[in-house]
């Protein structure tokens, strides 16, 4: 079996791979072809939608199956102290993103406004705050993640934003593209209070044991398959505003390393480089970290649930890593 996929729609990057068959049958037809669906990855710069996956939620080990394409290791979360209630109970592969409990990740708040004058939903730094790649508070940081809805809010609700750092780098000017092509960033781990908002509020930051350290990581990522470059970033909350964000830049707040950043961030979330996705049940998503940010919104937690499966994995980050030992295990 062949998979067919097109351009996403609304969107000037992914692709839309249609499933004509059950999510039984498109997991073995996808370990028969193991170089198919992540060379519709790249083709597509680093995002694959895949509708009617349903099937996914009565065989949770089919996720981890099709995990498995995309990388030589899939992330254990109990290995990675994720909160245990957080975790898929029998699977520790699979990081429940959810308000039901046990599980109880809220989502984030409403951007202040809630929308724009013209009724759009507000996707753009700074107005829209929480863009980040996954765990880039690592060393080595994973390739990429699959993102399966089980329960979902209303339209409306609950998208999840995407922002292309290909053709965000591609559309920096070029003494922008020189200034960043070498510059390193901090990255730290979200509410350890080193983030902008706690270190504006003079939190005292936690005392930080040997494996969760924040880490430096290139600004513009070479992908490791393709030699494209892109943009490799976190707003606020994931980057170090104490020792950075940059290496080399006066830090913290007021710094020119934020106002780097600031200006980064805005232009990295430009319309033309963003996806918002209205989440139907059984949709699967699958992106690359290396190199898209991503951004969580809001939704009436109090009114509705949400179920959200994600798997994380890893084994291609680049030169940039080669022979590194994992900075969150400590022997
Ligand atoms: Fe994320």
Not at 147 to 166: D, E, H, M, R, S
Not at 301 to 328: C, D, F, I
Request: charged share 20%.
């Amino acid at each position: 079996m062949s998979f067919d996929v097109t351009a996403l729609p609304d969107a000037t990057f992914g692709g839309l791979v249609t499933a004509p068959t059950s999510a039984a049958e498109i997991v073995s037809a996808a370990e028969a072809s193991p170089a198919a669906l992540p060379s519709l990855l790249v083709r597509f710069e680093g995002f694959l939608l895949i509708k009617g996956m349903d099937g996914l939620a009565d065989e949770p080990e089919l996720l981890l199956r099709l995990s498995r394409i995309f990388g030589t290791e899939v992330e254990s979360y109990h290995e990675t102290r994720m909160a245990r209630q957080n975790v898929h109970p029998e699977i520790p592969e699979i990081f429940m993103v959810s308000n039901i409990p046990p599980a109880d990740r809220m989502p984030p708040p409403q951007p202040n406004p809630p929308r724009n004058a013209d009724g759009s939903l507000p996707t753009q730094f700074p107005h829209r705050r929480g863009w980040h790649t996954d765990q880039s508070y690592r060393r080595p940081p994973p390739d990429a993640s699959l993102f399966f809805c089980v329960v979902a809010a209303p339209k409306g609700q609950a998208q999840t934003l995407y922002a292309n750092g290909i053709a965000a780098y591609e559309g920096l000017s070029p003494a922008m593209k020189n200034r960043v092509d070498s510059l390193i960033g901090i990255h730290a781990k979200p509410g350890v209070g080193r983030g902008e908002v706690a270190v504006r509020a003079g939190e005292a930051p936690m005392e930080l044991g040997p494996g969760d350290q924040p880490q430096r990581q290139p600004v513009v990522r070479i992908h490791p398959e393709t030699g494209t470059k892109s943009l490799y970033l976190c707003e606020a909350g994931q980057m170090d505003w104490i020792d950075g964000p940059f290496v080399g830049m006066e830090p913290g707040p007021d710094g020119e390393g934020a106002k780097l950043l600031y200006e980064l961030m805005s232009h990295y979330t430009k319309p033309e480089y963003v996806y918002a996705h209205e989440w139907d049940k059984g949709d699967l998503v699958i992106y690359d970290n290396r190199t898209l940010i991503h951004a969580a919104t809001w939704f009436d937690a109090e009114q509705h649930q949400r179920l959200m499966w994600r798997t994380t994995v890893s084994g291609n980050p680049g030169a940039e890593y080669a022979g590194e030992a994992k900075s969150w295990i400590v022997a």
